[in-house]
T-cell receptor, first 114, second 115 residues
Framework: EAGVTQSPTHLIKTRGQQATLRCSPISGHTSVYWYQQALGLGLQFLLWYDEGEERNRGNFPPRFSGRQFPNYSSELNVNALELEDSALYLC?????????????FGPGTRLTVL | AQSVTQLGSHVSVSEGALVLLRCNYSSSVPPYLFWYVQYPNQGLQLLLKYTTGATLVKGINGFEAEFKKSETSFHLTKPSAHMSDAAEYFCAVSDQTGGSYIPTFGRGTSLIVHP
């Protein structure tokens, strides 16, 4: 069974540009979570998509947005990039959005903003 | 609201020594607790989780953790460290507050293993 995949692996942008990150969940998983992992800050919850709908979002500005496609893959868009957006962005999928279920993480996309 | 505190951003042990990584949580309802490991340039991988039942939970790679409600703790231990255990470890808590199932992660503890 293929795991969660993310693309690209690395992304370098300049301030003010837009970044698009992609995630494919494990087959059969309908929920996708996005996290930002900045140095020393642990994982900060960004967005949760389930069955094509945005179910919850973390404490991030509106320039962080995304969507989930009918095949349950997901896209994270970051507009008007700022230097502090440099981080590892992790995607996780889950079969059922229950508290006891396990999240399966992808390897992440390393975003560098210059 | 739920929160997680991991004591010590770095823990250094010698190979063969006991590993103890500390995690304390706060939750207004009975929590579900998780430990994840992140190896360099990889995503997170589940080590173990506590949901209900036995408070001592065994995970992969010889790790275990004990849920202590009175101490609001979920410390991770391993009797004998191996060089391959060097990684970042994250504790997470999840509950059903407000109908959301969003886990909260600690800031992580970097485990350093010396030969």
């Amino acid at each position: 069974e293929a795991g969660v995949t993310q693309s690209p692996t690395h992304l370098i942008k300049t301030r003010g540009q837009q970044a698009t990150l992609r995630c494919s969940p494990i087959s059969g998983h309908t929920s996708v979570y996005w996290y930002q992992q900045a140095l020393g800050l642990g994982l900060q919850f960004l967005l949760w998509y389930d069955e094509g709908e945005e179910r919850n979002r973390g404490n991030f500005p509106p320039r962080f947005s995304g969507r989930q496609f009918p095949n349950y893959s997901s896209e994270l868009n970051v507009n008007a990039l700022e230097l502090e957006d440099s981080a590892l962005y992790l995607c996780a999928s889950i079969r059922y959005p229950l508290s006891t279920d396990t999240q399966y993480f992808g390897p992440g996309t390393r975003l560098t903003v210059l | 609201a739920q929160s997680v505190t991991q004591l010590g951003s770095h823990v250094s042990v010698s190979e063969g020594a006991l590993v103890l990584l500390r995690c304390n949580y706060s939750s207004s309802v009975p929590p579900y607790l998780f430990w994840y490991v992140q190896y360099p340039n990889q995503g997170l991988q589940l080590l173990l989780k506590y949901t209900t039942g036995a408070t001592l939970v065994k995970g992969i790679n010889g790790f275990e953790a004990e849920f202590k409600k009175s101490e609001t703790s979920f410390h991770l231990t391993k009797p004998s460290a191996h060089m391959s255990d060097a990684a970042e470890y994250f504790c997470a808590v999840s509950d059903q507050t407000g109908g959301s199932y969003i886990p909260t992660f600690g800031r992580g503890t970097s485990l350093i293993v010396h030969p």
